[in-house]
């Protein structure tokens, strides 16, 4: 048993810290690469970009992106340190920390949010070039007021909530494609 324990403890204090290097980075790359794009096709066309269908799919696509960054960047990375840190003074003979168990369910919890965002970020990033939606004049607006709800009521879960439908993988990946179903259809209603 206690090699068991010995061994989970090495694995979080190796290899975890690195595996979330790379996501952090990654994370990072594809924010900025993003943003520079939607900000080279807004200096190439104006704010008329952000009234057509691709300009409205592509934004509503890097929002839940920011989302997902921030959630790695600000949530998941802060608490899998602490985590990390109680396993590390464990090894060491000490004390787990008090908040590890907490700090790791957080973590969780936006890890799985960020799976549920990226269904519908990558059908946004497939939608915005090959599924032209015809969009009614003042329509963005309302778009943006609705998914900016479902968006912040997502990420309010995933800084507050409880996994809920998330407890699960098969949860996760269901409520995934039914946000990407239900996104589509307030598209294609509201636009």
């Known amino acids: 048993w206690s090699s068991d324990v ?14 979330l290097w790379w ?3 990654g994370a990072m790359f594809t924010f900025l690469t993003g943003w ?7 200096h190439q066309m104006g704010d008329a970009y ?17 989302l997902m960054w921030a959630n790695v960047w600000f949530v998941i990375w802060p608490n899998q340190k602490i985590v990390i840190e109680s396993a590390t003074q464990a090894a060491k003979g000490g004390q787990a920390l008090p908040n590890a168990a907490a700090a ?3 973590a969780l919890v936006a890890s799985r949010t960020n799976v549920l965002f990226s ?8 939608a915005a ?19 900016g709800i479902i968006c912040l009521a997502l990420e309010a879960n995933a800084l507050k909530g409880k996994t809920g439908p998330l407890t699960t993988v098969k ?7 039914g946000l990407a179903v239900v996104t589509y259809a307030l598209m294609e209603i509201i636009l």
């Open 119 to 126: 269904f519908t970020m990558l059908f946004c990033m497939g």
């Open 171 to 177: 949860g996760v990946i269901h409520s995934a494609v």
């Open 104 to 106: 790791g369910a957080r």
């Open 129 to 147: 070039s090959h599924l032209p939606i015809q969009v009614a004049e003042g329509a963005g607006c309302t778009w943006a007021i609705v998914f």
């Open 6 to 19: 010995c061994s989970s403890d090495l694995a979080i204090q190796k290899l975890v810290p690195r595996a």
């Open 36 to 42: 520079c794009m939607i900000i080279g096709y807004w």
């Open 23 to 25: 996501f952090r980075w």
């Open 50 to 66: 952000f009234a057509t269908s691709r300009g409205i799919i592509i934004l509503s696509g890097a929002t839940l992106a920011t």
